[in-house]
């Protein structure tokens, strides 16, 4: 590609691969592309790029047809051998592989299928990555933390299940004999139509999501930019600092009195005086209930002795039944003691105030929230209008600041709203295009549900929901349980590699969260992201190289020292794409960790470089009419190359 005909040799004389292989290459002279390939060869995705791509791989002013990229393997120490073809004419790409364990060579990429599975591109950009990607991991608006643990833990298998028994049901329900075959297709239909539905808002939704974390990150961003260029304004600056403090103390006041208000709106006897009279008078006629029930069960019986009753009439057979029966309907104790309640309470609420009346105090309490809001309105006017000033009498950049932050608060808001659509459990059943989730899934359930009675398996359906309920609660503890390990772990290693600088991961949610700060260093950052994967590549029972394209650039001397000590103990091969301003401290601590260290180094054969030729050792060189690769600690330590020279 960028330097033909070149075979990088990671094993040497050595009957297995070292520790750590450095290989040194000049910009230009291609890291990116070498990454780039080694990805694309080892997951086979190439064969699903269009000719444009497989074309902006052909080296410049060079007339070959053909380009290839062959990946050796030790898989268990037995060899695998992946080939990438790419036809630079006819614009596709092809595989070989070449599996001596199992039937030599194949036309096409077929790795063994216990390897397979930890080829998916999703899994090797976890291992084959540039120093930007430990960096990523502690992005707030990332999911690389999350996507690298279900990677690293193969999480994605359990997807795999549901999906596989929910195709299964699918199946059966075909082959199933069906009662009616046009509400069948129907069904069918609309589950395959809202299923479609589910995706399109599953991924609206990450979006949506995405969105809101971005547009957060820069609007504070933008404010505090704001911020800081307005404060160069002095005396428009002082007013608007006082305006401020004058706005957040009317919103504390508004708060106040919209609690106040609530408290007197309580009171329904506040709100109309005909409240108050109206309960005056159920306890007047509540009063008319005084006979406790002792009382009157013995006034009665009593008087149905009588010869006479107490209006002086005779008490004839049937007044003694009509007596007996309307004795019932006076009070009992329990009735007795909720009655009293009530009139207790009628009497506290509605007893004359030597201050005012309860509707006196609702009416004093509105005209105070109603001057709350009055001045909190006028103190954000306020603001905003001191704000412009300053804006105006700032430049262009702060003008298109303000302009910048007002569409990303519009876009976040919108996303919000997006969010609180798709999370919502609300939204009318009737909905063509719903976008709730909750309800989404409750169509397809019952979809779902139809077909299997049509179809009867209704049996089956029961249990692939039950399959796919133990997956998705399995996925969700293994994910929490693996989370808890990783941090434990990371922290403990943490404290060795940043001694003099703690840092400590508080939690991961989407991606590594710092104890105490949204952020470190950009050397904080890439230590913590190198040590979280590391951890994670060494905790499971597979053992996984780790290739990375210039590790450890950005870090300060101390924190290459303690990185570089480190990296021998968590992976058993580090390959590491460098140029010569990254070796001081960080190779000399790989070297002190560890004998296993391959040295190699590569540059292009241009007009530039052609004095460096004739220095060239007497041996563990390789050359060819593009390019030389030098093997030996000495030569690596004291290569030095300007990217004039390379490029010339």
Known sequence: ???????????????????????????????????????ATLSGVATSWDDKTVRSYRRKGDDRDIGTFVVSLLVDGRPLSIELVLDFEMGTARYRTTNPGSGGVVQSWSPPPLVRRFLAKEFLGLFVFNGEFAAR?????????????????????????EDFVEQEWSRRTKQAGAKS???????????????????????????????????????????????????????????????????????GALVVAAGNAMQA????????????????????????????????????????????????????????????????????????????????????????????????????????????????????????????????????????????LEKQSQLNAECARLLHEIDADDEKDGASDPCSLKLIDKKIKDFGSR????????????????????????????RQKIKTELIALSNDRLAKVL??????????????????QGTGSTAQVLAAGYVFLMSALRRGNNDFPLVVD???????????????????????????????????????????????????????????????LPALPATGVTQNDHSVVVEGNEYFMTFDITEDEEDE
Request: proline share 4%; glycine share 6%.
């Open 451 to 478: 077909i299997s009675e049509i179809t009867e398996t209704v049996t089956l359906r029961k249990q692939t929901d039950v399959v796919k309920g133990i997956m998705a609660r399995t996925k969700e503890l293994a």
């Open 265 to 404: 709106l309580r009171q329904p006897l506040a709100i109309h005086p005909s409240f108050a009279d109206s309960l005056i008078a159920l306890k007047d006629n509540l009063d008319n209930l005084r006979l406790p029930e002792n009382t009157s069960a013995q006034f009665f019986n009593e008087l149905l002795e009588e010869d006479e009753c107490i209006c002086g009439r005779e008490m004839t057979a049937g007044a003694k039944h009509e007596i007996g029966i309307r004795s019932l309907r006076y009070l009992d104790a329990s009735e007795s003691g909720v009655v009293n309640a009530i009139k207790q309470d009628i009497g506290d609420f509605t007893a004359a105030s030597e201050t005012q009346s309860p509707s006196e105090s609702l009416a004093e309490a509105m005209a105070e929230l109603g001057a709350a809001r009055r001045d909190q309105k006028m103190a954000r006017q306020t603001v905003l209008a001191l704000q412009q000033k300053l804006i105006d009498e700032g430049d262009e950049e702060l003008r298109a600041w303000q302009q910048q």
């Open 550 to 612: 210039s590790p450890a650039n950005p870090m300060d001397m101390g924190r290459r020292r303690r990185v570089g000590g480190l990296i021998p103990e968590l992976c058993s091969q580090f390959v590491a794409f460098t140029i010569n301003t990254e070796l001081p401290g960080f190779v000399p601590a790989l070297a002190g960790a560890t004998d296993e260290i391959r040295y190699l180094t590569m540059f292009r054969k241009t007009p530039g470089t052609a004095r460096l």
């Open 1 to 39: 590609m960028r330097c033909p005909d070149v075979i990088i040799d990671l094993v040497g004389s050595s009957p297995t691969p070292p520790k750590v292989t450095l290989l040194q290459m000049p910009n230009g002279t291609g890291k990116t592309t070498t990454l780039e390939m080694l990805i």
């Open 499 to 516: 001694a003099n600088d703690p840092l400590t991961i508080a939690r991961i949610d989407r991606s590594i969260r710092l104890e105490g």
């Open 181 to 251: 075959d046009s509400a069948l297709t129907r069904l069918r239909s609309q589950l395959a139509s809202m299923t479609a539905r589910r995706a399109v808002i599953v991924q609206a939704r990450a979006k949506a999501e995405g969105q809101v974390r971005d547009t957060a990150a820069e609007i504070e961003d933008l404010k505090n930019k704001i911020e800081e260029r307005l404060g160069t304004g002095r005396s428009t600056r002082e007013q608007f600092n006082e305006a401020k403090i004058e706005m957040t103390r009317t919103e």
């Open 137 to 161: 991991l502690l992005d707030a608006r990332e999911t690389a933390a999350d996507d690298a643990i279900d990677a690293l833990c193969q999480l994605y298998l359990l997807d795999e299940v």
